[in-house]
């Protein structure tokens, strides 16, 4: 009884009475982020708040609107999956209303590149979708990373999700990483501030590496992290 529905034209003749979260058929909606969802997911998604920013290893903090809750992980699933229209839009206005993003006006806005496994299956690239929609409210230049020019990113989703992530990160595979480097920074400037924006944080890894790139491209570059939803709100800063 899930409605998964791609055409526009019914999208905005149902958009009031279907839940942007679930898409199940309801007569009554309660607003989270200024979008409209069922009670059930209201409840599901309130509880799923994240109240305070996630640490990384470099000691960064990340943002995010959720933690990875099984109701957030559907709705992300929803919108890499199957690329239902109502989870791709409750996923950025999330992300752009329920996030404190920065003040100073951002630059360039940068998405980590989707898996070769999630683009064999050709799921949508949830990252780069809210990733543009985040630069053009900003105002800044969406740069996603070049994977089909060769930047095999290795990721550490992979591993074992109940395992100590403890061990050294394996060395990537940066090809042709000159060449975005020094595309990033003639676009960039010479100290710009850069939002790094992914879809779920696990390990940390894959916002590091872009942030290291960035950093290696324009050394004087302010960068900050964004994700709609941080996994079990872990804490990798020790």
Avoid at 47 to 59: E, H, T, W, Y
Avoid at 128 to 155: E, Q
Avoid at 178 to 196: C, I, Y
Avoid at 206 to 228: D, G, N, R, W
Wanted: proline content about 6%.
């Amino acid at each position: 009884d899930k409605i998964c529905v791609k055409d526009l034209p019914v999208m905005f003749f149902f958009q009031q009475r279907f839940c942007c979260s679930c898409g199940h058929l309801r007569s009554e909606f309660l607003e989270i982020y200024g979008t409209k969802v069922c009670a059930d997911c209201y409840e599901q998604l309130e509880a799923s708040k994240s109240d305070q920013p996630l640490l990384l290893s470099n000691g960064k903090p990340v943002v995010s609107p959720f933690l990875y809750t099984p109701r957030v992980r559907s709705l992300i699933l929803r919108a890499k999956v199957s690329g239902n229209l109502w989870a791709l839009h409750f996923t950025t206005i999330a992300l752009l209303e329920g996030c404190c993003l920065p003040q100073q006006p951002v630059q360039l806005v940068i998405s980590p590149a989707a898996s070769l496994w999630s683009r064999c299956l050709g799921r949508t690239d949830l990252a780069a979708h809210v990733a543009s929609k985040v630069a053009a409210r900003l105002g800044a230049i969406w740069y996603p990373t070049p994977f089909h020019h060769g930047w095999t990113l290795r990721k550490r989703s992979s591993l074992a999700r109940n395992q100590e992530h403890s061990a050294k990160p394996p060395a990537p595979k940066l090809a042709r990483g000159q060449m975005w480097r020094q595309r990033l920074a003639s676009k960039a400037g010479a100290s710009p501030t850069v939002l790094v924006v992914d879809d779920v944080v696990t390990t940390g890894y894959s916002l590091q590496k872009v942030a290291e790139e960035v950093l290696a491209a324009c050394p004087q570059a302010t960068v900050f992290y964004a994700v709609i939803a941080t996994s079990r709100g872990r804490d990798f800063s020790n």
